[in-house]
């Protein structure tokens, strides 16, 4: 405003046929950073349980989410060959955006440990969709929408509003608020920061690199770390 007026009156001063400035929008006030939202421990148990009481469809998605710190475009993504049960491991090799499938962030494909207890989930989850020949089964993805498409994140939102609700939470848990809440998880366990950055995934293809010599039987005692911090029954 004062630079506007300030033209203004150089316009009416030297007789200018009009003034530059006007119409020019102000700067924009910078917004404030948002504040990185996580649950923490007894917030994330009890956030799951309710999943499991109260939207129970929901519950394998989230605990995939919430136990293993993936991308929502990573979990929505997984088909069943990606699980082997024999090695007890979850192969995360390719990712979902918008009806498509692409490589995982910077080709990083991630191997994983299923700990049992989530493997018992998945496996049920698995056998609850044969059972009922859900849509998008005969594909293979593991996560169907309810029309046998590649789900969105949009496809847990009113859930999961309704379970932060429930909880008094102050906002809406997004699945980024679980990746943040699994790397929580992961300092609490006392997990490394090298075997964090290869459970996590990383921003770059140097980082994959720099990180693709942690071992499986690393990952698997810090996945187990971070499942007994879990009450699994």
Known sequence: AVMRNIIGDATLEYDLPRNPAQGVPGPKKPRKPRAERYLPLPKLREFLTLVQEHQPEHFAITLLLATFGLRWEEASGLHVEHIDEGAGELRVVQA???????????????????????LSVLQAHIQGLIR?????????????????????????????????????LPWTVRPHDLRRSYQNLLRQANVGPVVQQALMGHSSAEMTEHYSFVQMDEKRQAQQNVISLFDFR
């Open 132 to 168: 009922r020949q859900a849509p998008g089964i005969e594909k293979g993805i593991l996560f169907p929408s309810r029309v046998g498409t590649y789900r969105t994140p949009s496809s847990v939102f009113k859930a999961w509003q309704n379970v932060s609700r429930k909880m008094d």
């Open 96 to 118: 979902h955006v918008r009806g498509r499938i692409f490589s995982t962030k910077n080709d990083s494909n991630k191997f994983l440990p299923l700990a049992p207890e989530i």
